[in-house]
């Protein structure tokens, strides 16, 4: 994202403009799209082309790679922290997934409306999606989603009491992104 380009609602792609539709919303229903398993590959490629740009678009594998890698497609960018003198600290080894669009929705709602003052449901098909992710990451910690986010990326440190490491764990249990096997 870069504050002095106008937001994408059109792209060029092998000499052919399309218009693109990337509202918050609709993004989120291409990744619905995704997570449907009852759809192939190419048929959800079909389906998202469709809501992103219209069903008068002839879809490609082609074009779909470009769309995704351009507009949709979310990094999972891991933040660099540092300590008290500015040096960088040791990566964790693993990126966890700290938030989940469908999980989290209730709680990404009252963020929004609590940092913002701004109803999602309002925004639908008017707040884009790079605008959605921008503030999405940039909730403030006093937040629900923030806290959640804090608690789903915990990890236990000495000087921390067993008391406090069990609260932890219970609330990693409440908040966890993983499906439970029973």
């Known amino acids: 994202m870069r504050l002095n380009d106008p937001l994408v ?3 060029s792609f092998e000499e052919e403009t399309y218009s693109i539709d990337l509202a ?7 990744f619905d799209v995704f997570e449907d398993e009852s759809l192939r590959s190419y048929e959800k490629a079909e389906i998202c082309l ?3 740009l219209g069903a008068e678009v002839i879809p490609t594998l082609e074009l779909w ?8 497609h979310v990094e999972n960018k891991q933040s660099i922290e540092y300590d008290r003198k500015g040096n960088p600290m ?9 938030i989940d669009f469908e999980k989290d929705a209730e709680y990404i709602f009252a963020s929004f409306q609590q940092a913002y003052g701004m109803n999602l449901f309002q925004m639908q098909g008017k707040l884009q999606w790079s605008e959605f992710k921008a503030l999405l990451s940039g909730l403030p910690s006093d ?3 923030q806290r959640i986010i804090q608690i789903r990326l915990w990890e236990p440190s000495k000087g921390e009491s067993s008391e406090y490491k ?7 249990k409440t908040y966890s992104l993983d499906e439970e096997v029973e």
Do not use: G
């Open 9 to 11: 609602t059109s792209f």
């Open 24 to 30: 918050f919303d609709n993004v989120l229903d291409v």
């Open 50 to 52: 469709a809501l992103l």
């Open 65 to 72: 790679n470009h769309v995704y890698s351009e507009f949709i």
């Open 90 to 98: 040791p990566v964790q080894k693993e990126n966890k997934k700290s």
């Open 143 to 145: 937040t629900i989603m």
């Open 166 to 172: 069990q609260a932890m764990r219970d609330l990693q």
